[in-house]
């Protein structure tokens, strides 16, 4: 599809289809794992994935800064019809992706028993967790770049091999999981190995778009290499922590939940890890798929069609916050039952806390989808300033402070406050923005 020619509708939905799907199959990743992990080591084995999350996030954060942030300016330099800087930001995104990749396994190889501690780990969930890291260690590039070449994919009107790709990963995870948990019987080891085969197995299958006939990314020399990779940076930084919020926000609630509520509240947290990247994914699918879109035609100067493309995009965040929200008020235990094999103590505690926390649903999908529009839009400062209040500075007070304002339990409605703000600030920008075009 011509991203300044074709209909906005058909062209958003494909990519919406395109972009959900990889986002799900990717939470499809974490949910098997969890799912299995908790059918053999019961409550434990989900608190030590819950302990592991923030590593997920922070790796995979890494891929969105570089990726998204390049695909950004790429989209709108290709827009405008500069298609050398174009083809520059390719390459530096490519260049960024590899230094932080190796960035990211030396400090992990280092210091991850250090980060687990931090993270919250007690002696038992300290093992654990380190048998889950042994096989993904060696998969972080994959999950780095996988990020990337989804982004430039979509860029590049091949946005659905990044979901084919992932798709099959995702399938190689799923039977992997229960060959290596339980017919091989290494437990959260296995669930590790099943991961990273799964993530080896998506990127080789990206990388054959390069190949095709179809495929206009090139790698070229860059030049002024320092000026454009901050502009990646800064156009990709508020996508970047908006991920790596969740590695914050689980590095916040873990220590709390250990020091207030215990294990078996840590473990149901486990439960809502799982469950929030299910919340997400539509909204990163409206994301991804109005980026391009938007990115190209305000390049081009073609403000009607980013118009309505805002408007397909608001109404998928309306739907699927509506439909999360609805889902844990009204089915909680359904979610303790698939996870994990529960105790009488978790099952008791379970639903009051996915009740409480499952309310922020209703407005997480918009919040995350202005964090793309405002980027599209060439708006990074705002885009940033969201990401940084939702990811860190009104979620880790909210963490920090309502247990000792309003009792232990009071930290379940963290995240909700936190939305409500946040969406107050994106509504206000997003309108003043909408109305410049």
């Known amino acids: 599809m011509d991203l300044l020619n074709s209909k906005v509708r058909p062209m958003y939905f494909k990519y919406l289809v395109a972009a959900s799907g990889s986002a799900l199959v990717a939470s499809i990743f974490g949910m098997v794992d969890a799912m299995m992990v908790g059918k053999y080591h019961g409550p434990s084995g989900n608190a030590a994935l819950a302990i592991f999350a923030p590593l997920w996030s922070l790796i995979f954060s890494l891929g969105l800064l570089a990726g998204i942030g390049g695909s950004v300016i790429f989209a709108n330099k290709r827009g405008s019809g500069n298609e050398t800087e174009a083809q520059e930001h390719f390459t530096l995104s490519i260049l960024y992706g590899a230094a932080l990749s190796i960035l990211a396994m030396l400090i992990i190889g280092f210091f991850n028993e250090p980060l687990f501690r931090f993270f919250g780990a007690d002696d038992e969930?300290?093992?654990?967790?380190?048998?889950?890291?042994?096989?993904?260690?060696?998969?972080?590039?994959?999950?780095?770049?996988?990020n990337i070449l989804s982004a430039y994919l979509r860029n590049d009107n091949n946005p659905n091999l990044a979901t084919i790709a992932v798709i099959v990963g995702g399938v190689f995870n799923c039977f992997g999981d229960y060959f290596c948990v339980f017919v091989l019987d290494l437990g959260i080891f296995g669930a590790g190995l099943a991961t990273a085969t799964g993530q080896y197995v998506a990127i080789i299958m990206m990388l054959v778009h390069?190949?095709?006939?179809?495929?206009?990314?090139r790698l070229v020399k860059p030049t002024s290499v320092l000026r454009k990779l901050w502009n990646i940076s800064v156009v990709g930084f508020s996508t970047a922590i908006s991920d790596l919020a969740m590695g914050i926000i689980g590095i916040l609630f873990n220590r709390q939940i250990m020091k207030y509520?215990?294990?078996?509240?840590?473990?149901?947290y486990g439960i809502l890890a799982q469950i929030t990247p299910f919340a997400q994914c539509l909204a990163y699918g409206a994301g991804q798929a109005a980026q391009p879109i938007i990115s190209q035609n305000l390049g081009a100067g073609q403000h009607d069609r980013i118009k309505e493309c805002l408007k397909y995009g608001l109404y998928t965040c309306?739907?699927?916050?509506?439909f999360w929200t609805a889902v844990t008020q009204l089915t909680p235990n359904f979610f303790v039952n698939f996870f994990m094999t529960p105790t009488p103590a978790v099952?008791?505690?379970?639903?009051?806390?996915?009740?409480?926390?499952?309310?922020?649903?209703?407005?997480?999908?918009?919040?995350?989808f202005a964090t793309y529009y405002f980027q599209a839009?060439?708006?990074?400062?705002?885009?940033m300033i969201a990401s940084l209040a939702r990811g860190a500075v009104i979620s880790g007070g909210m963490i920090l402070l309502l247990p000792m304002i309003a009792g232990a339990d009071s930290i379940w409605y963290a995240m909700l406050i936190t939305e409500i703000l946040v969406a107050g600030y994106g509504v206000y920008h997003m309108v003043r923005c909408t109305r410049t075009l």
Not at 132 to 144: D, E, T
Not at 318 to 322: D, I, K, W
Not at 348 to 359: H, S
């Open 347 to 368: 099952l008791e505690i379970a639903p009051g806390i996915i009740r409480a926390y499952g309310i922020s649903y209703i407005l997480l999908p918009f919040n995350l």
């Open 261 to 268: 509520l215990g294990t078996d509240a840590l473990a149901v």
């Open 210 to 217: 390069f190949f095709r006939k179809k495929n206009t990314l």
């Open 377 to 383: 839009m060439m708006k990074a400062n705002i885009s």
């Open 125 to 146: 969930l300290l093992v654990m967790a380190k048998k889950y890291l042994k096989p993904i260690f060696f998969a972080i590039p994959c999950c780095v770049f996988s």
């Open 318 to 322: 309306a739907g699927m916050g509506v």
